[in-house]
């Protein structure tokens, strides 16, 4: 048998060339990428001077569920500060060669717990600008993240914005009319779902967009008793106040949240015009009752169910 040593060296002679055994390519990678998904991630504990904002509350809720109009409502009080979404879904941290991940470890500090001081860093900014002593945060999609905000403020409280789920399709069809309505449902679905699987792991106070544009004052000294802040009938006239741009990606920007005053709301959906896969959801929130839920629904109903 011929040695790959000697067969080098014939090569090299007649040709210049040697053979060389070829590596997997990232090979490494996937064993270490392999070895992150068994290992079960450690849970990030702040440390003393890690958070520089203490018990932030967060609106969890659904797309199209009056969020915007609960935001400058909160924000038009003298103590409380709710700026525009912040998508802080989409805020991360990545530790880009082993020297910056060597670095941080030796400070006891990884990549998850590197993007809580940054998370926790916007929002001090956000707050210490106000002058403001509390911070409230509204984005729809923080219902996707509401664990890690949990374990990134131990101290958070929850405030869960509920609406008629067929309502919040309907919502979002009027302003999206070329939005697929298959998808649409299966979207809102999709938060609901979440927002009703946080409601279960994280304690809170419930506020339904139906109550807050009927009797705004009523849900507002709640909200203002949830969060040990007093009540301030001025809030209720938010107009006269300053709460940034509305602007798309930021929040509602349609003309009913620019009239600076609660408008009252449409009358939800009946049961018959609320698509069957939401109706399990409506029925926990109180929206429906079991018979209505197992009964038919109309042909515009059917028209907006997922096929």
């Known amino acids: 048998m011929i040695s790959r040593r000697t067969l080098n060296a014939a090569l090299a002679r007649a040709t210049g060339y040697k053979l060389r055994r070829v ?3 990232g090979g490494g990678r996937q064993r270490r990428e392999q070895a992150d998904r068994t290992v079960p991630r450690a849970r990030v504990v702040p440390a003393p001077g890690d958070r520089l904002v203490s018990a932030p509350t967060f609106i969890i809720c659904t797309l199209r569920s009056g969020s915007t109009l609960l935001r400058v409502l909160m924000n038009s009080h003298s103590q409380l500060h709710a700026p525009h979404e912040l998508h802080l879904r989409y805020v991360t941290v990545r530790l880009t060669s082993k020297w910056g991940r060597r670095a941080m470890n030796a400070l006891g ?11 926790d860093r916007i929002l001090h900014r956000q707050l210490a600008a106000s002058g403001k002593p509390k911070i409230v945060c509204k984005t729809p999609n923080d219902v996707f993240i509401v664990d890690e905000i949990a374990e990134c403020w131990p ?10 789920p067929g309502a919040i399709v309907r919502s979002r069809q009027d302003y999206r009319a070329a939005a697929d309505p298959d998808r649409n449902v299966a979207l809102i679905r999709r938060y609901c779902d979440a927002l009703e699987s946080a409601r279960r792991r994280h304690p809170g106070h419930t506020v339904r967009y139906e109550e807050l544009t009927t009797d705004p004052a009523g849900v507002l000294q709640a909200i203002c008793d949830f969060l040990d ?7 209720l006239d938010y107009g ?37 896969a939401l109706r399990e959801i409506a029925e926990t929130w109180g929206y429906l009752s079991d018979s209505e839920v197992t009964s038919e629904p109309s042909a515009s109903a059917r028209a907006l169910e997922p096929r």
């Open 23 to 25: 590596k997997s390519r």
């Open 109 to 119: 500090l990884d990549a998850q717990a590197l993007k809580y001081l940054l998370w």
């Open 155 to 164: 101290d958070a409280r929850f405030i869960y914005l509920l609406r008629h």
């Open 229 to 235: 802040v007093p009540w301030e009938p001025e809030m």
């Open 240 to 276: 006269r106040f300053e709460h940034g741009e509305y602007r798309i990606g930021l929040g509602d920007w349609k003309s009913a949240i620019r009239t600076g005053r609660v408008q009252p709301a449409k009358p939800p959906p009946g049961p018959e015009e609320t698509p069957a």
